[in-house]
């Protein structure tokens, strides 16, 4: 009962104190207090380990990867490693739910490419309109999925913005637990879907121009580039949190922004929409006002959680410039700047999180 009435005191205070302490704090200790609860719960670990090889060329185990994830039995237990070598597969690619922990191994992000051109608008194989979320060259429903040295691409042409069904998704992550190192990611408007899950970006290249990353996921971004391609104006991130106890957002720690602008930093396409940037570079590409509330109807800017802590280069100072950003210190900035972010330490290995 004493830890209870001392959690319940520390929302008290955090409510009285500033709201914007009580929707992020306040809602995240009672997660806290929820996983607690359901700390029985013991994880079955994979066992084994499988490797086999992608070719184009036709001297690997498969030539196409959607062939190379069918083999892959349903409810897969073992570590699964793809290789695929050198080579630009033209295929959609889809790994399901039903079989997680595989890896996609390439020969290097410049050598190693998928790639389709699926748009929003276009009507698939039932001939539905797509729409965005079904746009990605490579969907991942899979939890403890992880990619290495390999690039995704959506080869649609860039769409000028306010042009209507032009979306069009290299890659939509939409499973937990999830690892990407020394990837890249290719497209214009809605480059990488980050759709739901907890997920971890270490030293990848995305590119894009308009929400080029966007979705609800629990997502850290570190030492990536952040490369824009927009030609009248752009906007890289694009965060749909819908609640104040949703533990989701994005965090980009050691990043650099160059390209083209000008360009928001930031968008809330939820309601409490959560993007930080610390120590990271920003070019001079950042429009005025650095940010903005997405709809301009709904007050946004008063429930949206946009962060920045020592952040620096020629357009640092216009994203620190907006009225409703939040100028964190480092009490409030450090948990977002480390894998516990993501839960990390409980599923990144130590070289994988350095």
Known sequence: MGARRSLLLLIFFCFMHCSCCYYDNSCELKSMMNRRHHHHHKWVAPTGHHTIT??????????????????????NMKKTTIRINTGVYIEKVLVP?????????GAG????????????????????????????????????????????????????PGMEGWQAAAFRISGDKAYFSGCGFYGAQDTLCDDAGRH????????????????????????????????RFGSIAAHGRKSPC????????????????????????????????????????VAHGGWDDWDHTSNKNKTAFFGVYKCYGPGAATVRGASWVRHLDYGDARRFMSKSFVNGRHWLGVSEAS
């Not at 030293?203 to 850290?220: A, L």
Request: proline share 5%.
């Open 109 to 160: 992000r410049d050598v190693t490419v998928v790639e389709y051109h699926d748009r929003a608008s276009d009507r698939g194989p039932d001939g539905h309109i797509l729409r965005t979320y079904n746009t990605a060259s490579v969907t991942v429903f899979a939890n403890y999925f992880s990619a290495k040295n390999i690039s995704f691409k959506n080869t649609a042409p860039a769409p000028w």
């Open 200 to 231: 971890y970006f270490t030293e990848c290249y995305i590119e894009g121009s308009i929400d080029f990353i966007f979705g609800n996921g629990r997502s850290m971004y570190k030492s990536c580039q952040l490369h824009s391609i927009a030609t």
């Open 97 to 105: 739910a039903t079989k997680p922990y595989i890896t996609f191994h």
């Open 246 to 285: 949703d533990p989701t957002g994005f965090t980009f720690f050691k990043c650099r922004v160059t390209g083209t602008g000008p360009l928001y930093v930031g968008r809330a396409m939820g309601q409490y929409s959560r993007i930080v940037y610390s120590y990271t570079y920003f070019d001079n590409v």
């Open 54 to 75: 992608v070719d184009a060329s036709g001297s690997g185990d498969f030539l196409s990867i959607q062939d190379a994830i069918d083999y892959i039995p349903d409810h």
